[in-house]
């Protein structure tokens, strides 16, 4: 296991349950998407790919037929155990691993959905391939995550306040950046949309159990940045700001 790997396992295996409960996490108009791309597919292999607590796979999976939970936290993975036996979803299993080796064959899902993940992937343009080779022909991605904005000023602020809070991030990407890469990757982009995601700052930070040293200088930061980075962050006097998240969906 690579030490980043090690790092997100640590970062994710005692706030398993925190996930679960999470309205963030657990709430969003982007679950009524990936429903409707379901509906009427009850045949279809989905794969959850980076699961956390698994609210995609719960959303998802009462419509298909096969739905693989995966994530590189097997404590993530037994939250989603337990969740999805009190649910009766006897179609949904997970599977334990990294983004950028995935252990299923050619083809074998019609279907890829990835939220919140990708941000902590190691190399997204290896995961891509993997998700390009993993989709039957024809098959559909879909990847909801923060996105940066792409003006480096804001860009090295929110990468910033983000590995303060968790030092297994990785990267929020611009939505130019994603375009490249899914191209690179040699899926097609339907389409993508931009929302915006409210984040209170409390319960931000104590969901990943962010050490008090980080909390103080995220807030020291953002009282030292300039007026156009709160302004675009929509950062509030209790530290609670707003960011952009993606929504793209592509296809094979």
């Known amino acids: 296991m690579s030490g980043h790997e090690q790092v997100v396992q640590r970062q994710f ?3 398993a349950n925190a996930y679960l409960n999470s309205a963030v996490h657990a709430q969003g108009s982007e679950f009524a998407l990936l429903q409707a791309e379901v ?23 009462p419509l298909v037929g096969d739905v693989v939970a995966y994530d590189l ?9 337990k969740a999805a036996a ?12 990294a983004a950028e080796s995935l252990p299923f064959a050619d083809g074998e899902f019609d279907f890829v959905f990835s939220r919140y993940s ?11 391939r993997d998700v390009r080779r993993v989709l039957k022909p024809g098959g559909v991605a879909a990847f909801i995550d923060v996105a940066s904005p792409g003006r480096p000023l804001l860009d090295t602020y929110l990468q910033s ?18 375009l490249q890469r899914i191209s690179e990757a040699g899926l097609q982009v339907r389409s993508h949309t931009r929302q915006r995601l409210r984040l209170e700052f409390a319960s931000w930070v104590e969901r990943m159990r962010t050490p ?9 930061l953002q009282a030292a940045v300039g007026e156009e980075v709160r302004d675009y962050f929509e950062i509030a006097a209790d530290g609670s700001f707003s960011t952009d998240v993606l929504v793209l969906w592509a296809e094979k």
Do not use: K, P
């Open 13 to 15: 295996g005692e706030q």
């Open 39 to 61: 509906a009427g597919r009850g045949d279809a292999r989905v794969l959850d790919m980076g699961c956390g607590a698994g609210h995609v796979s719960f959303q998802v999976a």
């Open 73 to 81: 936290s097997a404590q993530m993975l037994a939250v989603v155990d």
């Open 86 to 97: 009190e649910r009766g979803l006897n179609n949904l299993r997970t599977v334990h691993g």
């Open 118 to 128: 990708a941000h902590h992937w190691s190399d997204l343009a290896v995961a891509l």
């Open 161 to 178: 306040v983000e590995v303060l809070r968790d030092t297994s991030h990785v990267r929020d990407y611009s939505v130019s950046e994603w």
């Open 212 to 220: 008090a040293v980080m909390r103080e200088a995220i807030r020291a």
